[in-house]
């Protein structure tokens, strides 16, 4: 083979740039069908959601000064930043995913409300747009990027509120908030219905904590999700 295309070269000198054009082009076309696939970008893949570099370095920069600016703490361990950046990223994909599965969709008018509802981009209580367009370009974000990300985000708590509302007191939980209103109720006084609420309410906070933590489990433990650790 190598004897065959030395000789065309030497009578056919164009034949070997041919050659090495349509390698040159072979690279260039791998190179590109890779990068369309999980790629070198791809830290996760959640269901038909990525995970990609850039995502996962702000969260890892959002904990970093969560740590040092609120709690004060400088000597986290980096692997303590990864664990909880790539943990909260896959759950709030996998919430993205559920929130496809329920049908869930955030109009227009819900992103429009949303962003302008938002302090950081008003002045004197009010939305500016070119505030607004300078504090993204500050932050080196697009309008349709940072639009793109409050509209999952929007899907998100949809998805969150759907669960947490289905959460309901059972008949025997019910009682139980009964039960303890009237053990702190005093002898001879009358019921306190603003007391026997709150007690209900801490009951139904309680439980939907719960339920929100078991649902997130279920959804962490779909076998549609991908971590390529050697990314982190």
């Known amino acids: ?36 696939g999980s790629g070198p970008n791809t830290v996760a893949e959640v269901g038909p959601y990525k ?11 959002r904990y970093a000064r969560f740590y040092r600016d609120q709690l004060k703490q400088d000597d986290v361990k980096d692997e303590t930043i990864q664990q909880l ?21 955030v109009s227009p ?8 509802s938002q302090k950081d981009f008003q002045k004197d209580g009010v939305f500016n ?20 990300q409050r509209r999952n985000e929007l899907l998100i708590e949809k998805a969150r509120l759907m669960v947490s509302e289905a959460t309901a007191l059972t008949p025997t939980e019910l009682q139980e908030v009964k039960d303890l ?14 007391m026997f609420e709150q007690i209900k309410m801490q009951f139904v906070l309680q439980k939907k904590q719960r ?4 649902f997130q489990a279920a959804l962490r433990a779909r076998e549609d999700i991908t971590i390529h650790e050697e990314m982190l």
Not at 6 to 12: A, D, F, I, L, V
Not at 19 to 29: D, E, H, K, Q, R
């Open 1 to 36: 083979m190598l004897r065959t295309m030395r000789e065309g070269s030497q009578k056919h000198p164009w034949i070997l740039w041919v050659i090495l054009i349509a390698i040159a082009i072979t690279f260039v076309i791998v190179g590109a069908w890779d990068n369309q």
């Open 51 to 61: 995970v990609t570099q850039q995502e996962y370095r702000r969260a890892k920069q």
């Open 85 to 105: 950046a790539i943990d909260s990223l896959v759950t709030n994909k996998s919430w993205q995913v559920l929130a496809d599965e329920f049908g869930l969709v």
């Open 109 to 116: 008018k819900e992103l429009h409300d949303a962003i302008v």
């Open 129 to 148: 747009a070119e505030y607004y367009q300078r504090l993204l370009t500050a932050n080196r974000t697009k309008p349709h990027d940072y639009e793109k």
């Open 181 to 194: 209103h009237a053990r702190q109720t005093l002898d001879g006084a009358e019921p306190d219905m603003k």
């Open 211 to 214: 339920a929100m933590q078991a």
